[in-house]
């Protein structure tokens, strides 16, 4: 049975002879009634406090989980950008050593293209050359011929016969310069020709 403070106050003891003092009795009944008041008060006063203490508890609580989930969202983020960094760098490397492979492979064409340009640059050279030393050589020749030509005795023909007619016939055709500078020209171009072939086709 639950005692309050009222009910010690209405509490009313029999009366008997040589009993306790009645007002001392009262005195003390008022005495314990406000002590347990009292006791009572500060009973619900720490039940509150405890009560918000545990409400508190309870927050901090939840504040825990909310940050331990904050930090294992972190760490899970802080992971995968590791991660990914990783990947973008093996990205880039890799991409760059394709460029640099690509770059390597394009200066290797470019050579391979300039070193051919060369060999037929020095194809060409090779060919002028010869038609250059053979027209040299052709005109020497022409100039050694040319030279024996002047050195040649003249050769004296007879007088021509006059005709009835009174007449003298046409003269033969003096064709010994003009046989020389003909045969000389077929020389120059069979010179040519020859020494063309050679630079073009050399053994």
Do not use: C, W
């Not at 009572?40 to 508190?56: I, P, Q």
């Amino acid at each position: 049975m639950k005692i309050t403070p009222l009910d010690l106050r209405k509490q009313e003891f029999k009366r008997a002879m040589r009993g306790y003092d009645v007002h001392e009795v009262d005195a003390f009944l008022e005495m314990v009634a406000k002590e347990m008041e009292e006791l009572l008060r500060e009973n619900s006063v720490l039940t509150e406090r405890l009560r918000e203490l545990d409400l508190k508890i309870d927050d901090y609580r939840n504040m825990e989980k909310t940050l331990q989930g904050t930090l294992t969202s972190a760490q899970r983020t802080a992971d995968d950008l590791k991660k990914n960094a990783g990947k973008e760098a093996e990205l880039i490397v890799r991409n760059a050593k394709m460029r640099a492979t690509r770059l390597v492979e394009e200066a290797r064409a470019k050579v391979t293209d300039l070193q051919a340009e060369v060999s037929a640059l020095e194809g060409q050279r090779e060919v002028f050359v010869a038609k250059f030393k053979s027209m040299i050589e052709v005109q020497q020749r022409l100039l050694e011929a040319h030279s024996l030509g002047k050195r040649r005795p003249a050769i004296v023909k007879p007088s021509p016969v006059m005709t009835s007619g009174g007449a003298a016939p046409d003269p033969e055709p003096q064709g010994g310069r003009t046989s020389d500078y003909s045969s000389l020209g077929n020389l120059f171009l069979e010179a040519e020709s020859g020494d063309t072939r050679k630079a073009a086709n050399p053994e």
